[in-house]
């Protein structure tokens, strides 16, 4: 934890650990407020193709047999 003051346009600096180790090559930052609390998070572009070709599902294995049966387990959890 570091305590850091806010000067008069806003701004707060991060320590340079935290930067070299969180935030890496970006420069951007998401900030999020919660109630009485700001969240910063480094801002990263996303690799969607981790979940590409996969679905998780909780089906009973037995009605990947048949299509419809399938389907009504699949639009029972919908």
């Known amino acids: 934890m570091e305590i850091r003051g806010v000067d008069s346009q806003g701004r707060i600096s991060l320590p340079v650990e935290w930067r070299r180790e969180v935030l890496a090559d970006g420069d951007e930052v998401y900030v999020f ?6 969240i910063v998070r480094a801002r990263r572009e996303s690799d969607l193709s981790e979940y590409f070709d996969s679905v998780s599902v909780d ?18 959890g919908v």
């Open 33 to 38: 407020r919660e109630g009485e609390s700001l």
């Open 59 to 76: 089906v009973d294995p037995e009605a990947f047999r048949d299509y419809h049966k399938l389907s009504k387990a699949l639009l029972k």
